[in-house]
C-alpha cells in the first residue's frame, strides 16, 4: 500500500534535512499512528505521500505506484486514492452536510444516483444522518470533524491520512472521532494518522512510527506515544 524506500528529504531554499534515509512498509487495512515532536518531519512526511513535495533521494511507492514519477496531471488522481482529514477541517460554511459530502463526489463526476445512494450511508458511517441539512456553523466542533472524515471517505478510498485530526477537540469528543476511524479502518481502510494525543495512543496500542529528526526511531506493533508534550 505505501512503501518508502530509502527517502530522503533536503529542502534546497536552506539546506535543511526534514527526513533522512526512511524505509518504511504499510500493509494494506493498518492502523499506524506517526508520532514525533514538533519539527521532527511528520508534516514533510504527510506532504511526500500527498505529492505536495518530491523526495531529494529514493522512492515512494503507493498502491504500486513511484509517486515521485508522476507527472502532475496525474496528482490529481493519486489524491483521489487517498482520504485527507486536516486539523483544520475545511468545510464549506455555506453548504449543507449532505452537500459538502456530496460535493467530493462531484468533483470525480460521480453520477447523480450513486451520489444519492453513497452519502446517506456515509454519513450513517459517522453518525450524522440526522444532520445532514444543517449547515456547520450549527454543528459542534466534533460534528465538523465528522464531516470530513465522512468527506475523506466517501469515494472509498484505500487510504486514510488524517494529521491531528483531534488537536482542537476535547477529550470525549477525540474518543468519538477515534471510533468513526476505527470503523473506516474495519471497512478495510489503511489509515496512517500523524498525533500529539498521547492519551489515544497509549490506549488504542496500535502500530506506531516514531519519527525524531528526520529519522525513524521507533516502529512497534501494539506501541505507545513515548513523549511528554
Known amino acids: 500500500m505505501i512503501v518508502f524506500n530509502g527517502v530522503t528529504k533536503i529542502y534546497e531554499s536552506n539546506g535543511a534535512v526534514a527526513l533522512r534515509d526512511i524505509s518504511l512498509h504499510i500493509g494494506k487495512g ?30 515512494i511507492i503507493i498502491n504500486g505506484r513511484n509517486v515521485g ?72 466542533g466534533g460534528e465538523q470533524q465528522r464531516v470530513a472524515i465522512a468527506r475523506a ?15 482542537n477537540l476535547d477529550p470525549d469528543t ?12 474495519e471497512n478495510e481502510a489503511t489509515i496512517l494518522m500523524a498525533t500529539h494525543d498521547k492519551t489515544i495512543v497509549d490506549n488504542m496500542r496500535r502500530r506506531v512510527v516514531a519519527i525524531e529528526n528526520g529519522q525513524i526511531v521507533r516502529d512497534e506493533q501494539q506501541g505507545f506515544y513515548g513523549y511528554e508534550d
Do not use: C
Not at 477525540?174 to 479502518?185: A, G, L
Open 30 to 59: 493498518e492502523f499506524v499512528f506517526l508520532v514525533g515532536q514538533s519539527g521532527a518531519g511528520k508534516s514533510t512526511f504527510i506532504k511526500l505521500l500527498l505529492r505536495e513535495e518530491t523526495p531529494s533521494l529514493g522512492e
Open 69 to 140: 514519477q508522476m507527472s502532475h496531471r496525474e496528482i490529481p488522481y493519486l489524491r483521489r486514492m487517498l482520504g485527507i482529514v486536516f486539523q483544520d477541517v475545511r468545510l464549506l460554511p455555506n453548504r449543507t452536510v449532505y452537500e459538502n459530502v456530496a460535493f467530493a463526489m462531484k468533483v470525480i463526476e460521480a453520477p447523480r444516483r450513486e451520489i444519492q445512494r453513497r452519502v446517506p450511508h456515509v454519513l450513517d458511517l459517522v453518525g450524522l444522518r440526522s444532520k445532514a441539512k444543517n449547515l456547520p456553523n450549527e454543528l459542534s
Open 153 to 167: 471517505i466517501v469515494n472509498r478510498p484505500s487510504i486514510v491520512i488524517a494529521d491531528e485530526p483531534t488537536g
Open 174 to 185: 477525540s474518543w468519538e472521532i477515534m471510533k468513526v476511524f476505527e470503523r473506516v479502518n
